[in-house]
């Protein structure tokens, strides 16, 4: 009797792991990268400027972009107009705001740390499309026009398969 119950038992638990490992599902992570906002652009010698009152209002205006999008992280480099692009969108979060190294995009920590997560990466006009490329591994996207400081990159990952929009938000 007892050897049926633990046959039965073995039997069960079997099926359950089988059941369990073809519904998995392959993970998503996504992630918004976007370039800081206008900055203060009078004193050329300021090689950490604040944003422009302009840049200001496109900051408050990311914020309602990603209103309805259920972010988990806010990534910024450590300079003045990134930080300050990406604190509405914290706040509005209730995130704390989280710095990356722009020499190190898209290190293998900052993998381990965002998988599964949907989080936005405040860059510059270099490294957000450098971003973009480390995560495809080619490189297809080339620095960003100085003056566009509305492209947003979605990328998207599942599994193994990496997708990519681009959009222009003015």
């Known amino acids: 009797m007892k050897i049926r119950y633990l046959l039965l038992f073995i039997c ?10 073809e519904s998995t599902v392959d993970e998503t992570t996504v992630y918004y990268l976007i370039r800081h906002a ?13 944003l422009t009152a302009m840049g200001q209002l496109r900051a408050k205006n990311w914020a309602k972009v990603f209103s309805k999008v ?6 910024s480099t450590a300079y003045n107009r990134t930080e ?49 490329n480390a995560i ?13 400081n509305g492209a947003l990159f979605i ?8 997708n990519v929009q681009v959009l222009q938000i003015n």
């Open 70 to 75: 259920p972010l988990d992280a806010v990534y």
């Open 155 to 162: 990328v998207t990952i599942i599994g193994e398969k990496t």
């Open 38 to 50: 206008e900055k203060d652009r009078s004193a050329a010698s300021n090689k950490n400027p604040d």
């Open 84 to 132: 300050q692009t990406a604190a509405p969108v914290a706040r509005a979060k209730e995130l704390g705001l989280q710095t990356y190294d722009p020499r190190e995009l898209y290190s293998v920590d900052f993998q381990a740390a965002t998988n599964g997560k949907t989080v936005l990466v405040v860059g510059h006009s270099n490294t957000t499309p450098a971003f973009v």
């Open 136 to 148: 495809l591994k080619e490189d297809k996207y080339p620095d960003m026009d100085d003056n566009n």
């Open 12 to 21: 069960c638990f079997s099926l359950q792991t089988q059941c369990a490992q």
